[in-house]
């Protein structure tokens, strides 16, 4: 009983890591920038659902602005200050960071926005669903509805945007312009207008996560920040390029954190994420799903 | 208004270096102009420069009469001038057939993409067999065959390729080059080659344009430019 319940655990916090590194290898796979301002994105995508829900009072209105909205914010960062910038610093040795650097920035812009709109208090944003677990005769295990709207969540994000990858025009112009942008242009893909809606995908699967992970505690300028952290670890697990490789990385460490947790001891998670990391890049230096054969390579 | 690539006085900088100078000649439809001259001579320069990947300074260039200025590399795609850039133009980590279907994605008429993509094939029948495999697993000479033919599903009217015998074997070159003899006599396209090897490029042209330290040093008809011991000793050291 105690070793279902502790796998169930594992689940329920690993999807909310796979879905943040979901996101996460989503911005690396249609913009190639390693983008930190993913998370305040993502929170304040989520402060808008809020506001919804404040408004109409029903979660699943919500829902949905929440995620047009971080695609359009998304959109906008990359109209407003990636695309200027990569125009500005073309190339020299600072072309490869200045995109990063910027996205700190940003982070910061951003968290001081919501800060300023919103306050620092905690605030809750919840869902119709009930956060309590499951209950099987007088057993109840530590799996929610919320848990479970997770899931569907990472399931659903997974299906649609391996699908839109892999299998249409738009995906294979999403892919080529992130590789190898001057290839893609000679090829004549409109590659501004591509790693645009690239950044709009990632602003709304960051938005999704942030508005079904929320519930389940509470909403925060900077309340995504650790889970950030552990969507970082999960996606570098899993290659950072592939979505079943992120969510196979998010419940590995949800699951090795709920085990170590149970049989180890609290004191030790939090370092324990880094061991997890390490342990798998050490038998597989590409991660989980990377690629034998690599541009880095 | 004038036919096919018309160039005058083209000058493209880099910051304080002058890559090329003052550079004029034309190509017209059917007709294949050899680019050669030493390492650095500005022969991708010159490329880039009217592929739009980057502005000159002053000069102009037209495509049937349609200026080329200020018009970016997806653009000037759409007006048929494709350029198979320096050392195998391809995406590495899409698969071949991935990358040839990028030639086509922009374009409306489908069915035309599918026939562009059986010609490729035909013309290059190794790649084929190789759709399935990503474009870094292909030897050198076939990804060369893969840029060409990405190209060519865009149905180019202008080819730019440069250097496309770089690193390959004797043999491979000469497919490649048959390739472009291909496309220029039956297809009626107007290709200009830079190449380093450019006793094999005159071969195949029907001119040339020598280039030195980013000037236009000589131009001619191919075989007057390989009897030319002058030309031989000073600029191309063969
Ligand atoms: N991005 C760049 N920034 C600064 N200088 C450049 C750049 N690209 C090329 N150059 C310089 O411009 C000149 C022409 O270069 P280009 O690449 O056109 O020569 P090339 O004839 O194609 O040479 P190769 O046969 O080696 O390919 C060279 O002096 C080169 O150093
Ligand atoms: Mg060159």
Redesign the pocket.
């Known amino acids: 009983m105690i070793f279902i319940d502790t796998l169930l655990l594992g689940i329920s916090s690993g999807a909310i890591y796979s879905l943040m590194a979901l996101a996460l290898v989503l911005v690396w796979r249609s913009t190639r920038v390693v983008n930190f301002a993913q998370a305040s994105q993502a929170v304040l995508s989520t402060y808008v659902g809020y506001e919804i829900t404040m408004r109409t009072h029903n979660y699943w209105v919500s829902l949905p602005v929440a995620i047009l909205f971080g695609a359009a914010l998304g959109s906008s960062i990359d109209l407003l200050f990636m695309f200027y910038l990569a125009k500005k610093v073309r ?1 020299g040795p600072i072309a490869e960071i200045a995109p990063v650097i910027a996205t700190l920035g940003l982070l910061g812009l951003l968290q001081s926005i919501i800060g300023l709109i919103w306050g620092n208090s905690f605030l809750q944003y919840s869902t119709p669903l009930s956060g309590k677990g499951f209950t099987f005769g007088n057993h109840t295990v530590p799996f929610s509805p919320q848990n479970l709207l997770i899931v569907l969540a990472t399931a659903l994000v997974l299906i649609v945007f391996g699908v839109v990858f892999k299998f249409t025009n738009l995906g294979l112009a999403l892919r080529a312009a992130s590789f190898q942008p001057e290839i893609a242009q000679l090829a004549g893909i409109r590659v501004g207008r591509i790693r645009n809606i690239g950044w709009a995908f990632a602003g709304a699967a960051g938005a999704v996560a942030g508005a079904v992970i929320t519930p389940t505690s509470v909403l925060s300028p900077n309340s995504l920040d650790l889970l950030l952290v552990s969507g970082f670890i999960a996606a570098v697990m899993g290659g950072l390029d592939s979505l079943v490789g992120a969510v196979i990385g998010g419940l590995v460490l949800g699951i090795g954190f709920a085990f170590i947790l149970q049989y180890v001891g609290s004191s030790v998670t939090f370092l324990a994420g880094f061991f997890i990391l390490v342990i798998v890049l050490l038998i597989r230096p590409r991660g989980l799903f990377g690629h034998q054969l690599g541009r880095h390579a | 208004m004038s036919d096919g690539l018309v160039v005058e006085n083209l000058t493209v900088n ?2 304080a ?1 002058r ?2 100078r003052n550079i004029s000649f034309t190509v017209s439809a059917n007709e294949m102009v050899a680019v050669i ?12 420069a009217l592929s739009g990947m ?1 502005a000159p300074v002053s000069g102009s260039a037209t495509w049937n009469g349609i200026s080329l200025q200020k018009k970016r590399p997806e653009e000037l795609v759409r007006l048929g001038i494709v350029h198979v850039s ?1 050392g195998k133009s391809v995406i590495p980590e899409l698969t071949v057939d991935e990358n040839l279907a990028l030639g086509g994605l922009w374009r409306r008429d489908k069915l035309d993409v599918s026939a562009a993509l059986r010609d490729s094939l035909n013309l290059f029948p190794i790649l084929a067999t190789r759709l399935a495999q990503r474009a870094d697993s292909l030897s050198g000479g076939e990804r060369q065959m893969l840029a060409i033919a990405r190209a060519l599903v865009s149905r180019p009217k202008l080819l730019l390729m ?2 496309p015998s770089l690193g390959l074997a004797p043999m491979i070159i000469d497919q490649i080059f048959d390739a472009l003899n291909h496309l220029r006599n039956q297809l009626g396209l107007a290709i200009l080659l ?1 190449e ?1 090897n450019a006793v094999s490029a005159l071969k195949i042209a029907d001119r040339g344009l020598v ?1 030195n ?2 000037e236009l040093v000589k131009s001619g008809s191919s075989i007057e430019l390989l009897g030319d011991a002058d030309l031989r000793t000073a600029y191309l050291g063969f």
């Open positions: 190339s | 880099y910051g270096i890559a090329i001259g030493a390492n650095g001579a500005g022969k991708s320069t010159l490329l880039k980057i320096e440069d250097e830079v380093q280039l330290l980013g």
